[in-house]
């Protein structure tokens, strides 16, 4: 009998900053984030540093002493990958790769690497590959040092090209040449785009991990792959569903992030041109999270750079089947109750219950609260099709449970 391979997972350390930006309470949420970005790509966090600064150091990122501290426990416990929270400059890439001698990632280069595992399609490889390539080209001083000495000897002397300069020659020809390829593909899509007719188009979009692939299966019961890890989808899958006898097409798109990559936003616009042409979207939340209110507002962030954010939206609580308030004592008088303290009911009953009553609590898991999830996107794809339409409103019934 063959036994199956574990996954051996890498001895990983993450390292954060509190500053004005961000207090201890974000800190701890990013460096959360952080290690369950690192669990995704295939490492396993022995421990997390911090430190309180103002401005990074400009050398190390770090001050000196914490970075011996960090140096210290690299060497003891054999840790071969350091992640740092925020995006390093090449220098200081360099520098500390100099100081503990082992893999040194930031947290672009760690959502590069996951996106690279992720990718399935021509399509998003290419646009992983270009990202990466953009991040790679102001670092190849320090990753390629060796190649800096112009070569000598007979016949060599005189001008020439180094051979970091044939490298970042090399990599920029194959960055133009992704995005020739692109711009092929793109107009391959946007040709599949047009010849889907003019069916109403209804998007996922929200932060990573938030539930989205789960409920496009409940919705198209489709097979979509889902997996509680960050970009288990990086593909955008679309899928004709009907509800009651209303057809429109679904698209499930990648997950945001916080802190997410130029470079990736950049190579990623042209995915989001599901997102771009949709005609409602629904924002799935993870209700679940104790500060999904930010995740709302990084993904509004992002929709607003693509031009997004006036499209008609549904807000969808998903995971209600997963929230717990934090426990409050009502007879502690110095504590102050805060929205983490909230229920459920209270929580429909605040602003997001009142946004023009836009607002879906759902578990798409547990199917909870399905029926009226169905009702409420029946009925906003049904006024975008009879605007559409006008000829076609007696086909379709004001409400879902006629049929």
């Known amino acids: 009998m063959i036994e199956a391979k574990s996954l051996v997972l890498e001895k990983t350390v993450i390292i954060g900053i509190i500053n004005s930006q961000q207090d201890e309470s974000q800190s701890k949420e990013y460096l959360d984030e952080l290690a369950f970005l690192a669990l995704t790509a295939g490492g396993n966090v022995l421990r997390r540093f911090v430190q309180k600064m103002q401005i990074p150091n400009p050398k190390t990122f770090i001050g000196t002493g914490k970075m011996q501290e960090v140096e210290d426990y690299v060497e003891e416990n054999e840790v071969t990958t350091v992640v740092f929270d925020d995006e390093l400059t090449p220098a200081q890439q360099g520098n500390i790769e ?4 082992c893999k040194i990632l930031d947290r672009t280069g760690l959502i590069l690497d996951i996106f690279a595992q992720r990718a399935q399609t021509s399509y998003a490889r290419t646009q992983v590959e270009l990202a990466q390539y953009e991040y790679l080209l102001p670092r190849l001083k320090g990753l390629w040092t060796h190649l800096e000495r112009q070569r000598g000897g007979i ?15 090399i990599v920029r020809d194959k960055i133009s040449l992704l995005k020739k390829k692109l711009k092929t593909i793109d107009k391959q899509m946007a ?13 996922l979009v929200g932060y990573t991990n938030v539930g989205k692939s789960t409920l496009m299966n409940v919705i198209a019961k489709s097979e979509v792959f889902a997996e509680n890890k960050l970009f288990a989808t990086l593909d955008t899958t679309v899928r004709k569903v009907v509800i009651g006898n209303l057809p429109f097409l679904l698209s499930d798109t990648v997950g945001f992030i916080r802190k997410l990559p130029t470079q990736l936003v950049e190579s990623f616009k042209s995915t989001l041109d599901e997102v771009q042409e949709a005609d409602l979207l629904l924002h799935v939340v993870d209700i679940s999270h104790p500060n999904f209110e930010e995740h709302i507002e990084s993904v509004n962030q992002i929709l607003k750079e693509i031009n997004s954010l006036d499209k008609p939206t549904l807000m969808v609580f998903n995971k209600i089947d997963a929230y717990e308030p934090a426990p409050w004592d009502e007879t502690d008088l110095i504590a102050e109750r805060t929205q983490h303290h909230y229920s459920l009911e209270e929580w429909q009953n605040t ?28 009925a906003e794809t049904r006024k975008i099709h009879i605007t559409r339409f006008p000829y076609n409103h007696f086909l379709y019934p004001e409400g879902l449970n006629e049929f």
Do not use: C
Request: net charge positive.
């Open 351 to 378: 602003w997001m219950h009142r946004i023009n009553d836009r607002a879906l609590f759902i578990s798409a898991i547990n199917k909870e609260n399905l029926q009226v999830f169905r009702e409420r996107v029946y």
């Open 191 to 203: 040709t599949q785009r047009g010849n889907r007719g003019a069916l109403v188009r209804v998007a």
């Open 98 to 101: 100099k100081i503990l001698r």
């Open 155 to 169: 016949g060599m002397r005189g001008p020439g090209e180094t051979e970091i300069e044939t490298d970042r020659r």
